[in-house]
């Protein structure tokens, strides 16, 4: 059974940063893309990043390019997601998932809120 633990949200302060963690477990890790999604209050789910199998490519939506760094740690079954410079708009529930649009399974999420 594929599962996938969110952690690393939290509250911050326009400007700052996070780590954001996804905890893989019940499949190969290492032969998936992975993807982070979000979803903002009142608004539908939008995928944010994708890395590929072995972390060498990596994919960002034009709204967190130049300010989120995707990354994989296939020893550990890892996927990470470094938010620098967030922005108010980047408050919403963040959700790892399998393939390179975030198209299978997703985790429960981790709440990123940023607000002054």
């Known amino acids: 059974e594929v599962q996938l633990v969110e952690s690393g949200g939290g509250l911050v302060q326009p400007g700052g940063s996070l780590r954001l963690s996804c905890a893989a477990s019940g499949f190969i890790f290492s032969s998936n893309f992975m993807s982070w999604l979000r979803q903002a209050p009142g608004k539908g789910l939008e995928w944010v990043s994708a890395v590929s199998t072995g972390g060498a490519n990596t994919y960002y939506a034009d709204s967190v390019k130049g300010r989120f760094t995707i990354s994989r740690d296939n020893a550990k079954n890892t996927l990470y997601l470094q938010l620098d410079s967030l922005k108010t708009e980047d408050t919403a529930m963040y959700y790892c998932?399998?393939?390179?649009w975030g198209s299978g399974s997703r985790g429960q999420g981790t709440q990123v809120t940023v607000s002054s």
């Open positions: 998932s399998t393939g390179r």
